[in-house]
T-cell receptor, first 118, second 114 residues
Framework: GAGVSQSPRYKVAKRGQDVALRCDPI?????LFWYQQALGQGPEFLTY????????KSGLPSDRFFAERPEGSVSTLKIQRTQQEDSAVYLC????????????????FGPGTRLTVL | AQSVTQLGSHVSVSEGALVLLRCNYS??????LFWYVQYPNQGLQLLLK??????LVKGINGFEAEFKKSETSFHLTKPSAHMSDAAEYFC????????????FGKGTTLSVSS
């Protein structure tokens, strides 16, 4: 079946512009994650949804970053007033569920959106 | 707080040689442990994971890893490298009690020469 898809794959923005990055998770996956991967680094957690509920947004670096998943499937990560330090690859991942007390399902990653802020 | 350290940002091996990628973690609770591989312009693909049970975990493409609690390590090995193994490899940890985010190491780039 289809994997996680992300669009656009590449985005160039001028400093100060707003951008919106889209993630289409695997159909039926309850959990959705956003990560930020700077050049030469491992991915860093941004935020997590279970269905439409944003249960953890502790990794969002500033209030310029906003994520939503209004119908519990597609998610959008929005960055307002982009800065050069926002340049990175933004990865989306989905999984069937994240249980309580020890169950964890594999997170399937999309190809990412490479954001370059000039 | 949990953290992951991958020793060696770049590892080079010859085709047919043993692959050893090192990963150490710190965690206040027994963690879940993962290895992901990332090919250029592609997303991360899960190689293997350890949650509970047998400490030697076998994954795809002939890779395996062993959870050693006493050494807080989860090193990735493959007996014989293939050219197609050239990629970036990430070790990750999660807290079973928190159960959400993966915490990744900085990655190790594996080069395979003929």
């Amino acid at each position: 079946g289809a994997g996680v898809s992300q669009s656009p794959r590449y985005k160039v923005a001028k400093r100060g512009q707003d951008v919106a990055l889209r993630c289409d998770p695997i159909s039926g996956h309850v959990s959705l994650f956003w990560y930020q991967q700077a050049l030469g680094q491992g991915p860093e957690f941004l935020t997590y949804f279970q269905n439409e509920a944003q249960l953890d947004k502790s990794g969002l670096p500033s209030d310029r970053f906003f994520a939503e998943r209004p119908e519990g499937s597609v998610s959008t990560l929005k960055i307002q007033r982009t800065q050069q330090e926002d340049s990175a690859v933004y990865l989306c991942a989905s999984s069937w569920r994240v249980g309580q007390g020890g169950e964890i399902d594999t997170q399937y990653f999309g190809p990412g959106t490479r954001l370059t802020v000039l | 707080a949990q953290s992951v350290t991958q020793l060696g940002s770049h590892v080079s091996v010859s085709e047919g040689a043993l692959v050893l990628l090192r990963c150490n973690y710190s965690s206040s609770v027994p963690p879940y442990l993962f290895w992901y591989v990332q090919y250029p312009n592609q997303g991360l693909q899960l190689l293997l994971k350890y949650t509970t049970g047998a400490t030697l975990v076998k994954g795809i493409n002939g890779f395996e890893a062993e959870f050693k609690k006493s050494e807080t390590s989860f090193h990735l090995t493959k007996p014989s490298a293939h050219m197609s193994d050239a990629a970036e490899y990430f070790c990750a940890v999660s807290d079973p009690q928190a159960g959400t985010a993966l915490i990744f190491g900085k990655g190790t780039t594996l080069s395979v020469s003929s």
